[in-house]
């Protein structure tokens, strides 16, 4: 880390993020003068108005321009999710937030504006319309079976998003564009292509005027982008002319000739394809979801060329891959109250994917890949995270020098297998090529590069909808009937009996999650096109059409996540072996003990307490964990999509654990109402795992990973376990068996207990304490207490 890193690094160290309002006026202001217009054009000039218009700054040391907000930190609010009312606000501003009087009164101002435009619409407002006023899906909505919950038909969960970023929500897509087509032809090639398309249109097809308003949006777009480079290019210009330091003027000058260039003109060098490559990374946002792709891959060329012609250095490079990292964690996004629960710590998930396979299934790794590590532990930021593909040819050098990352506690990278992600691909209709190019989108969830999408991810939680089983369709949280009547699990004679009911309960609520996320993907699909995301799929100017209205090669529009599915394995091992094998229990001294919150059941609990846990390779509770999740994938795999094809399996929590646990009465693997549920997915519940980490492994791979999107594995390690490069060797080692043998996830986190505990009572002193969550890295002590706790009781192993 040299010293202007070392400054970029210190900048970072602010105790309140600012609220912005420029990008919600600037659409408010669009949307006022676009009244008559399709929803594409007006989407389109949107967005040129906020290019066009937004405030834009260089900071001191920066090497690359743009920022992703009005202000420094800043986070722009968003009219797409939904208005933030004075309560949510107050909220966020007693937390790390804060907004001048001045911002906060035009907020208001803008809610009602926009809320007074019957021509504006939201995302919660939309959906509120179909979900709210149904009285089937109503009361499940409020349910916790799927997060957050509902507390308001027209308001939703409570609060919209503030967010960075010059592209246009709603951002949770997941989503790989064709980064390597904006650095190989620049914004004038795709320009060129859609006034061809224009020229080239004949109408004679329904869809005609659709595409043409598409074409021209991808111009006016793309035209609005080239003059925002331009911008920054005077800016630098400018502040070059004022700069007596002769080094500093350069870089500004530099900075200046380059925004001319690109992203207009193909770029030709590593610095030049480093700012096109940031200034499209931008437009992916605002989204906590925004990947960075697989960075090595697209980029190496440059660095190849440069390198050969002794253009630049590796520390030229080490740098500018530091400074990303910085300006990386300057991009941020926060929620309501309710959203907040489930993405503890600031989350988001920049995902550069490193390593895996070329299209001819050689290995892809490179030196862009050591070099993006190198920068990761240097500099000793969560952001942006790393994942690693693993492969049966991986270098065990590549795999040892991620784990040297992973040993210095940052909790990055991640590790994925080829095999498990490979085969979902395949398995929806993709060739071995083309899912050779995946790569991780948010945390865990993988996608072609430029082929395929997720528009809607949603957490199921399984242990509620068990629940509602066990009390025939009531939901003890909400106190009304939400599921179907599965019958009186008191009289079910055998566990096959009890089991098919809890499936039936399941499959039931999970089409309703089902129908409310195609609620959601229409609504997108009307309300929010976004011409310069979609021109960036695989033939994405030629097709003429929006990505939310586009059935793909492989149609993954949606997957709905599971929560919980251990503790749901868990219980019903339990109650396998005490209620219907050993008879020590009724089903009704359960529902008793359960509706008690195990209070008067002391000894009852510490039986099913007892009772085998998944993580300890033990078959008898392994193999109904296995069979939870390929029932659930199963179900997923039934229900249909809005966009063609099916609902896709995802299991993943992020922070969700907590929440969906808060919700969540007392179950039968001894777990009291309302505490936290097992993290990840494929983690075992807190301190269960009592026989090792292989024994986690082994567990883990009785479970068919590949129907999944993503799966999720959480695992801590004491730092004396990883003291040296042999300890490294052995874990990389266990690592490649996972991933190539059915693995699909894992991660770790490489703490001191002591260390965490002392840093909850002074967290003051421990502000770099970094730990893995989920998909994401984040400081631990803005973590909320339950996931602190969560984290510190994790089963911390040795090798």
């Known amino acids: ?193 859609a006034k061809q398309c224009l020229s080239d249109l004949r109408y004679d097809a329904a869809d005609s005027l659709e595409k043409r308003y598409f074409w021209e949006g991808v111009i006016i777009v793309y035209e609005a982008w080239v003059r925002f480079a331009n911008r920054y290019a005077d800016l630098a210009e400018e502040m070059a002319a004022g700069e007596s330091r002769p080094q500093r003027k350069a870089e500004l000058l530099e900075m200046a000739r380059i925004c001319r260039k690109v992203p207009y003109e193909p770029a030709e060098t590593f610095r030049e394809a480093m700012q096109s490559y940031w200034f499209t990374f931008l437009m992916m946002c605002p989204s906590p979801t925004a990947t960075g792709g697989r960075f090595d891959q697209f980029m190496y060329p440059y660095y190849k060329k440069d390198k050969e012609e002794k253009r630049i250095t590796d520390d030229q490079v080490l740098e500018l891959l530091e400074v990303m990292r910085c300006k990386v964690m300057k991009i941020n996004r926060v929620s309501g109250k309710a959203n907040r629960a489930k993405n503890a710590g600031m989350a988001k998930w920049y995902n550069w994917t490193i390593g895996g396979q070329k299209p001819d299934g050689s290995d892809a790794t490179n030196e862009l890949s050591y070099l993006l590590l190198e920068a990761a532990k240097d500099t000793h930021l969560p952001h942006y995270t790393l994942t690693v593909r693993v492969h049966e040819n991986s270098p065990k050098e590549f795999l040892v020098k991620a784990l040297e990352v992973v040993k210095t506690g940052l909790g990055l990278p991640a590790f994925i297998g080829d095999n498990s992600y490979m085969n979902f691909f395949t398995g929806g209709g993709l060739s071995v090529e083309q899912a050779r190019d995946y790569c991780a989108t948010g945390c865990v969830d993988g996608n072609v590069q430029a082929t395929t999408r997720t528009q809607v991810a949603v957490f199921f939680i399984i242990p509620q909808a068990m629940d509602i089983c066990m009390h025939n369709g009531y939901c003890r949280f909400t106190k009304e009937t939400v599921g179907i009547e599965t019958g009186d699990v008191t009289k079910m004679e055998s566990f096959e009996e009890f089991k098919a009911a809890v499936y039936r309960q399941m499959a039931y609520l999970m089409g309703m999650a089902n129908e409310r996320i195609n609620v959601e993907l229409i609504a997108e699909r009307e309300l929010f096109p976004d011409v310069f995301r979609s021109s960036l799929m695989k033939d994405g100017v030629k097709t003429g059409k929006d990505m939310f209205n586009r059935t793909f090669e492989m149609e993954n529009a949606a997957v709905l996540g599971a929560v919980g599915g251990v503790n749901t394995g868990n219980a019903l091992a339990a109650i396998k072996k005490l209620v219907y094998e050993e008879k020590k229990y009724t089903m009704a001294q359960l529902l008793t003990a359960l509706d008690a919150d195990w209070e008067g059941f002391p000894e009852m609990r510490k039986d099913f307490q007892d009772a085998p846990k998944y993580g300890n390779n033990i078959d008898y509770v392994d193999s109904i964990v296995a069979d939870v999740y390929s029932y659930y994938a199963s179900v997923c795999l039934s229900l249909p999509c809005a966009y063609g094809g099916t609902l896709r399996p995802n299991a993943i929590s992020i922070s969700a654990h907590q929440p969906g646990g808060a919700v969540t009465g007392a179950t039968a693997d001894g777990r009291k109402g309302g505490e936290i549920l097992a993290d990840a997915s494929l983690s075992p519940d807190h301190g269960q795992d009592l026989s090792g980490p292989l024994a986690v492994f082994q567990s883990a791979m009785k479970v068919n990973q590949d129907a999944y999107q993503g799966t999720l594995m959480n695992m801590k390690f004491h730092p004396t376990a990883l003291k040296t490069e042999s300890d490294l060797e052995k874990l990389a080692s266990v690592v490649k068996t996972y991933l190539t043998h059915g693995g699909k996830h894992v991660q770790f986190n490489v703490v001191n207990k002591e260390e965490m505990l002392d840093a909850k009572e002074h967290p003051e002193e421990h502000p770099e304490l970094v730990v893995r969550v989920a998909g994401y890295s984040a400081y631990f002590t803005r973590l909320t207490d339950g996931i602190q706790n969560e984290v510190i009781n994790r089963t911390c192993h040795d090798l």
């Open 1 to 193: 880390m040299n010293e202007r890193v070392k400054r970029m690094k210190d900048s970072l160290k602010i105790n309140k993020y600012p609220l912005c309002v420029e990008v919600f006026r600037l659409a408010n202001e669009s949307l006022d003068s676009t009244g008559g217009d399709p929803m594409l054009l007006r989407r389109a000039k949107l967005h040129a108005h906020i290019l066009d218009n937004i405030t834009i700054f260089i900071e001191e040391d920066d090497l690359l321009c743009g920022s992703g907000a009005s202000k420094p930190f800043g986070l722009e609010m968003q009219y797409e999710y939904g208005v933030w009312t004075k309560d949510e606000v107050e909220s966020l501003k007693s937390e790390i937030y804060t907004i001048s009087p001045e911002d906060e009164e035009e907020l208001y101002r803008l809610n009602d504006r926009f809320a007074g435009n019957s021509l504006n619409h939201n995302l919660v407002e939309t959906m509120g319309k179909s979900l709210g006023e149904n009285d089937r899906l109503w009361p499940f909505m409020k349910s916790g079976c799927i997060l957050p919950p509902w507390k308001d038909k027209s308001g939703g969960s409570g609060g919209g998003f503030a967010m960075s970023g010059y592209g246009l929500g709603p951002g949770f897509s997941l989503v790989a564009v064709d980064f390597a087509r904006v650095l190989r032809d620049g914004a004038k090639g795709i320009i060129a292509e």
